[in-house]
Every structure is written in structure tokens, then in C-alpha cells.
């Protein structure tokens, strides 16, 4: 049973060239796994199977975007219009590829940890960026490593421009978990899910959250009949935090 794709290829290859070389590896990779049952819709790759990872979580093995980053592809697709701007928040790289290659839009992203390939380093809780600018923000998987999250939220507002969307995910259990004197990574493990989570979110407390800082917000919870087609997960909830 192997993480992803990288993971196996990364047993063999140094690091540094696997990430120059990592398109073709993955072109290699997904033969093994080419096929007509499913069918990857950001690379467009026929797929007999996804490569399945812990937790339910379903891997292309082409452009190695997870069931969270397709069904974002398919609501931008949807959200995105041409001339606009557009900020993405540690933008997985199978989003990022064919997004930077759009000449309609300005597509913007950051990074603040160095995980992932970007444009910038914003500190989400205190954003270098003038008031009303971007009019759409994608912030997935963020604001749960956010000590500040009011701070972070309040940035996002700012930034976003009227009638502008945020569209944010984190993990969510039931009922909303947070103890800021919980500060041990290994604690925030075993409190939070993983060592740099600063909490928690149930749906509706991270709801609550940024309607106290202005935002309108629409909780999508996404269920489609190709979910299973597309390798995606049913009961996904997505907030589409608007500023109006
Ligand atoms: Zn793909």
C-alpha cells in the first residue's frame, strides 16, 4: 500500500529531480491505471481505477489531484469568468498548472509555508495586498493551521471585492474543537488530526465565524450523480463566503 504516487516514486529518485521530472513520471505512472470507468475531469484522463489512498481519499494518477482539488475544479469551472482575479491559497499543483495557462484571467497564488509551488508569501492573517482586489479567493485547507483565524477572515473580506466569493474547506467533525492552550504538535495530533492544526471546525462554526466578519455564506454540500465517476467524495461541504 503506498501514500501516492510520489511516495513511490520518491523510494528511487532524489527529491529534487523527482520534482523536475515528476509531469513524466506520472504520464508513466498512469498507464498502469488507464481504463474507462472513471475518468479524472481536470487532466481529462480515462482511468480503470483512482489510486486509493487512507481515508477514503481518491488519487489521480496523472496529475496527482486529490477528490477535494476535482470537485473545486468543477465548481470553478462553473464560478470562474473570464477577466477576473483570482487568489488561490496553496494551490495544489494539478489546479495550478492548467489555471496559470489561462490567458482570460489573472490567476494569483501563495504559499506561506513552501509546500507547494506560488506566485507569493502572504501571511493569510495579515494579507500585503490592497482592499478589494480579488474576486474570487480559494482558501482550502487553510484556516485550521490559523492561530488569528478572525484576523485571517477579516484579511479575506478585505481583500475580496464586492460581490466577490471565498470559497473555503477544512476538516470538520460535529460539534466545533478549539483549546488554544493546546500548543504541542504532538498534542494537536492527537486533539486536532495533525500536528500543525490549530483546531477544528464543525460546518456551522466556521459559518458562524465569517458571517461575524461580513460574509454571506452558502454552504454547499456537494452530491452528484458522476461523483463516483469522477472520483469524488459524496457529502462534500464546501462555504462560498460572499461579500456583498
Ligand atoms: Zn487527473
Excluded: W
Excluded at 89 to 108: D, K, V, W
Excluded at 192 to 200: A, I, L, N, S, Y
Amino acid at each position: 500500500m503506498y501514500n501516492s504516487v510520489k511516495g513511490i516514486a520518491r523510494r528511487v529518485i532524489p527529491g529534487r529531480l523527482l520534482a523536475k521530472y515528476e509531469y513524466f513520471l506520472r504520464r508513466i505512472i498512469a498507464i498502469r491505471y488507464r481504463g474507462n470507468r472513471h475518468r479524472c475531469n481536470i487532466c481529462g484522463y480515462g482511468l480503470r481505477a483512482f489510486v486509493e489512498l487512507n481515508d477514503e481519499e481518491r488519487l489521480c494518477p496523472r496529475c496527482g489531484s486529490l477528490s477535494r482539488a476535482r470537485r473545486l475544479y468543477m465548481i470553478l469551472e462553473n464560478e470562474v469568468n473570464s477577466g477576473e482575479r483570482i487568489l488561490h491559497f496553496s494551490p495544489p499543483g494539478a489546479i495550478r498548472r492548467p489555471y496559470e495557462l489561462r490567458s482570460n484571467i489573472e490567476y494569483i497564488t501563495t504559499d506561506y509555508a513552501g509546500e507547494f509551488t506560488a506566485d507569493k508569501c502572504i501571511d493569510i492573517a495579515n494579507i500585503d495586498e490592497s482592499d478589494n482586489m480579488f474576486d474570487k479567493i480559494i482558501c482550502y485547507h487553510i484556516l485550521e493551521h490559523i492561530e488569528e483565524d478572525r484576523k485571517a477572515m477579516m484579511e479575506l473580506f478585505r481583500i475580496l471585492k464586492s460581490g466577490g466569493s471565498c470559497f473555503i474547506q477544512t476538516p470538520f467533525i460535529e460539534e466545533m474543537y478549539e483549546d488554544q492552550s493546546i500548543i504541542a504538535p504532538e498534542e494537536r495530533l492527537i486533539h486536532f488530526g495533525q500536528e500543525d492544526h490549530v483546531r477544528v471546525y464543525s460546518v456551522k462554526g466556521l459559518r458562524d465565524r465569517l458571517t461575524e466578519q461580513g460574509f454571506s455564506v452558502e454552504v454547499l454540500v456537494m452530491n452528484g450523480d458522476t461523483d463516483d465517476y469522477f472520483g469524488l467524495r459524496p457529502g462534500e461541504y464546501i462555504l462560498k463566503a460572499r461579500k456583498s
